[in-house]
């Protein structure tokens, strides 16, 4: 895992942003989309980080942690679920299939937990019982695991509020049919299980993720987007989890929790204006990241050398994205 003093001289290089000559990009929260015109796309990995749907800074490495930690996912879940993958270029560069995104996400939470308005710990602490359809026992604790993992549907909505829980009757009114959603729903369960499986051999515990699915070109089910990354998921650490849940004191989190937490405990909520989060906190999310990265792969991290613009543009043109 990379040292402060490794991490610290990329802080003012994080990439932000990669324009593509000749390309129109659609910028996400945290990645730069092309879609080129032969049914392929272009997605760049920038170091952008957004906590409670408000970009807080970069935090370098972030995206090459996030686009080689889903590549080595989807080579892992492959017998579940074709994804979008083509070709990994560079580091921060994914060439994938052009797809339709399902216009809902998917949840599938194994812990009882969270601190956002949506999660379901938020949710049973002011008094409910019946979440999402399911009916929740009355001695559960925070950061309890559940008996079996719940599936759920979101909106895709982005803004100062969370994304919206949906029925299934407002999933199925958004068109996509009752088959479709089920298979939609029992292959989110799958990757989870598996996620699971091999993070506890990691050391790690998945808590939750969001999977994002869309159709392909000939109307196939296709997992877009990233997978079990801290970006889309949550992450413990196994050997402490024990120990700090019998004591009520928080699991170790790898994830954007992480952040999320440290915003909760300097006065901030999801609804306020969010400063930029200060240096010795940029390289402990980076640090983070890599631990999650170093622990699944049993790889050491490797980063790509900066300047980023020139690297990933060599790549492309090596791939016959880009003219000479």
Known sequence: MLTPAQIRPAIPLAIESVELPGLTAERGKVRDNYVLSDGRRVLIATDRCTVFNQP?????????????????????????????TIDVPDPNVTIGLTANPLPVAVVVRGFISGITPTSLWAQYEQGARTIYGIRFPDDLRKNQELEHPIVTAT????????????????????????????????????????????????????????YEFGLDLNGDLILIDEL?????????????????????????????????????????????????????????????????????SGEPFDPAEYPAQERILAALRRVGILGS
């Open 56 to 84: 807080i800074g970069q935090v370098p490495y972030k995206g090459q942690i996030v686009n080689e930690l889903t590549s080595w996912w989807f080579e892992h879940t492959a017998n579940i679920v074709h994804n979008h």
């Open 155 to 210: 909106s895709k909505e982005f803004g100062k509020t969370h994304d919206h829980p949906l029925t299934h009757d407002e999933v199925i009114g958004l068109g996509i049919h009752p088959a479709l959603w089920e298979r939609v729903q029992e292959t989110a369960l799958k990757l989870f299980l598996r996620g699971r499986q091999l993070s506890i051999l990691a050391d790690l515990i998945l808590v939750d993720s969001k």
């Open 228 to 296: 079990h990354t801290p970006d889309s998921s949550r992450f413990w650490k196994a050997e402490t989890y024990d120990e700090l849940f019998e004591n009520d004191q928080e699991p170790e989190n790898f994830d954007l929790e992480f952040v999320r937490l440290w915003y909760q405990s300097h006065g901030h909520d999801d609804q306020a204006a969010l400063p930029p989060l200060p240096e010795d906190m940029i390289i402990s999310v980076s640090q983070r990241y890599q631990c999650v990265y170093e622990l699944l």
